[in-house]
């Protein structure tokens, strides 16, 4: 059997949080990867465990909000790892506050990094994708796209995601290139301990509390999506095109 190409992924907000999980999965499956962060110094140290296991891991800083910068970040990318193939449209804020009392610019910033940003970071992408006749585009959406009170441009931005997929699949797939969502559930990083505190609660509290609607009754971990995510960017998952699929521990509100 030969073995499966190594092929370059981009992880976009990959400093941290569940990016940061998925860039150790991604590298320890043999991929090279980019961390593409409005800051990467926090992903200094993990960056030098990986490259010291043998992997090839780079970070780069960009907003992904911005034309300029996505674009050539991923030129960046392409010259220093090799054509990126595998997309992971990661970076996120949250912005939560009920709609009445909701400022444009909560809207608009949520809107932007998630689907302006995603927008911009495929579009520079797609074309070696295409030159390679083979590509993974996988969007982290969230159980929050099924709605949630106080978060309904997070909600909404997250429900855009969706439709987003499903639009390349359709679109790409004669290409060679797929396109999913991941829709995480609870996993436990910083932006959890800003839900906590939104809710008045530590987060000692806000995850007991949250535990009991979780079927499995466990908050999950970055390296729960990380997992999900390693099997859409690999070589086995190439019939599995504009999903969403939940790594929420069950079906929960
Ligand atoms: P996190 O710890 O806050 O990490 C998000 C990362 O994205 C941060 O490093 C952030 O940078 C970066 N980022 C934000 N705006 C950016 C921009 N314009 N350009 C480049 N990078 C940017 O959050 P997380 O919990 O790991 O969330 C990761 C993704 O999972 C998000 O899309 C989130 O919506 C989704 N999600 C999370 C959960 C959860 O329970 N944690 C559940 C469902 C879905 P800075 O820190 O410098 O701002």
Redesign the pocket.
Known sequence: MSAAPSRTAIV??????????IVARLARNGMSVAA????VD?LTDSLERLRAGGAKAIALK?????ECAARNAVSEVAQRLGPPVILV??????RDVDLEIMAIEDWDAVH???LR?AFLMTQAAIPFMRAEKWGRIIQ?????AQGHAGRAN?CAA?SGMHGFVKSLAIELGMHGITANAV??????????D??AARRGLSLHEHLADATLRIPVRR??K?ED?AALVAFLAGEESGFVSGQVIYVAGGPHD
């Open positions: 976009t907000g990959g400093a941290r949080g569940i990016g940061a999980g593409i962060d409005l800051d926090a960009a907003d992904v909000t911005d449209n990661n970076a996120g804020v949250a932007r990094v998630h940003g982290i959406s969230s159980i929050s997070y997250k829709a995480p559930g609870l996993i436990v990083t910083r932006m959890t800003a839900t908050p999950g970055p999506v």
